[in-house]
């Protein structure tokens, strides 16, 4: 347990396993990094919110850390030579599945989430679990059957450098990112679109897509199981693919290969500009989902809403400011929240809802959580928080897999339509994960360049003073408070002196920041 007997959270140590000798594998030179988890607290002036989005708020960190983090096999998990042991940990995807769990979307996004903050040397651990060395072309992502989510690490190496500063890191990285992007645009990229083909960003499951590629009488969940469903090019692929880019440009020109930065920048572009002139609608003002490849639709846009992509589109900027407005004003949200695919796709209903359709999966909440606040609405970010907590309080306090996006129930919804319901697996690290991104992300607006992390918060104007103390920064220690509300900034101090909302990534030792906020 990471809990105190006060109920307040306390320092953690990641521990090796008990009975596991330390020197099983000696820690490589070169690559120190702290070894335990930092668990800022988070303190909400009323008390009321305090006991839900507070409380949720240390349930999500115990889950991340006190549940998922575990002991990374070498034999499964160090095919890199690159986990450092000790501690030899990492954020498995959650606690309701076999093992060996070598997913890169899960291990990614976690990552991406919160891990890389809170604990520098886990973080790591967690992304290189998923990278293979190749016998003459060094390391790449894991090439398994599922490539469309590979490059969501190329984003997730990117921001960990970004938090820490870690040049050992960022060599391998580049390589790393460099190799699994070539091998994605050789392979799956569209030259008549201009974009990546494949399945949608969450949508491994065939529940997640209309007909076709869905087809009665193959019964299989796997998605790639059914005709053309390679050849999908998918709303949250895409952003993720320029967001990927984007991150390769940003490698490369801290190693000093500013060449190789603009032909990444350059192929960034061009993917944003086929983006929003091929999955656009301006009427309703908001983006399609995906684009048919060779099935009978071949070439025609599905107008579903997808979460994920919607998300993505603002964080990774690829819809500009209007579109931005106006895709979060036409946002359809379900009573419990944003669901993965909007509307029924018609083999499902409210009575039996797809897995991969209309169901809340807290992660893809998350991230459009972020992106509410990201995109300037207050107001939406706030449903985001709350919706959640009142999702997990209800399933006291553990963060599941999915929900039901009209009673909130625990649920994991149907996946053919012909098959039996779904469980909803508990201690899903994502979920979890999710959470603390919408507070450090969302609320604290903490934002990490290689130069310095700059803060923008969104403070609902019902919750009142909040503070978030011991956010770990490199060699620094920041304790933040916030005054006021809205998402404009009215004053900053920092250290007691006006100043400038931002951090240093040179700075050292413990500073206060105080924001006053404005609507």
């Excluded at 409380?55 to 998922?68: D, F, K, M, Q, S």
């Excluded at 967690?126 to 090439?143: C, F, M, N, P």
């Excluded at 799956?188 to 974009?195: A, C, H, P, R, V």
Aim: with cysteine; net charge negative; proline share 6%.
């Amino acid at each position: 347990m990471f809990l105190s007997a006060n109920g307040t959270l306390a320092a953690a140590t990641v521990l090796l396993p008990q009975g596991r000798a330390a020197a099983a594998e000696p820690p490589r030179t070169g690559r120190a990094r702290r070894v335990e988890f930092s668990m800022p607290s988070l303190s909400f002036g009323d008390a009321g919110r305090q006991n839900s989005l507070g409380r949720l708020y240390e349930a999500a960190l115990t889950g991340l850390i006190g549940i998922n983090t575990v002991y990374a096999t070498p034999a499964v998990y160090d095919r890199a030579g690159l986990v450092d042991y000790p501690p030899g940990t990492f954020v498995r995807a959650g606690g309701g599945y076999p093992s060996p769990q070598r997913w890169t979307r899960d291990a990614a996004v976690n990552a991406w989430n919160a891990a890389s903050l809170l604990g520098p040397m886990v973080g790591a651990n967690t992304l290189w679990a998923v990278i293979d060395r190749q016998e003459h072309d060094g390391l790449i992502v894991q090439q398994d059957n599922q490539w469309w989510d590979q490059v969501v690490w190329v984003v997730a190496a990117w921001n960990h450098y970004a938090i820490t500063g870690d040049r050992d890191f960022l060599a391998d990285a580049y390589q790393a990112s460099a190799n699994t992007l070539a091998a994605r645009k050789a392979r799956n990229f569209n030259t008549d679109f201009g974009l990546f083909a494949g399945p949608s960003f969450m949508n491994d499951g065939i529940a997640g897509y209309p007909s076709p590629p869905w087809a009665d009488g193959i019964g299989s969940s796997f998605v790639l199981d059914y005709p053309h469903a390679d050849e999908l090019m998918c709303l949250s692929t895409n952003c993720l693919y320029y967001g990927a880019l984007t991150a390769l440009a940003g490698i490369a020109d801290q190693m000093g290969r500013s060449a190789e930065a603009g032909r990444h920048r350059s192929d960034a572009q061009a993917l944003r500009q086929a983006i929003n002139r091929h999955l656009w609608r301006e009427n309703p003002g908001s983006y399609g989902y995906l684009i048919h490849g060779g099935d009978s639709h071949a070439g025609e846009l599905d107008p579903s809403q997808e979460g994920a992509g919607l998300a993505f589109a603002v964080l990774f900027g690829v819809a500009d400011a209007r579109r931005t407005r106006l895709l979060l004003n036409n946002a359809h949200w379900q009573p419990r929240g944003i669901v993965n695919v909007w509307p029924h796709f018609p083999r499902f209903s409210d009575d039996r809802p797809g897995r991969h359709n209309v169901i809340v999966w807290p992660m893809v909440h998350s991230m459009f959580g972020h992106a509410a606040a990201a995109g300037g609405r207050t107001d939406l970010f706030e449903r985001a928080v709350t919706e959640l907590a009142s999702l997990v309080g209800a399933s006291d306090d553990n963060f599941y897999e999915l929900y039901n996006s009209l009673t909130g129930a625990v649920d994991g919804g149907w996946q053919t339509g012909n098959d039996s319901r779904w469980t909803s697996q508990p201690d899903q690290a994502w979920s979890a994960s999710g959470y603390l991104r919408m507070i450090y992300s969302g609320l604290f607006g903490l934002t990490f360049t290689p130069e310095q992390v700059s803060i923008s918060p969104t403070l609902p104007r019902s919750w009142g003073d909040v503070g978030l103390y011991g956010v770990p920064y490199r060699d620094a220690t920041l304790d933040i408070t916030l005054t006021g509300a809205g998402n404009r900034i009215r004053s900053c101090t920092v250290d007691g002196h006006p100043g400038r909302p931002t951090i240093p990534a040179t700075a050292t030792g413990h500073h206060t920041v105080h924001i006053a906020l404005k609507t």
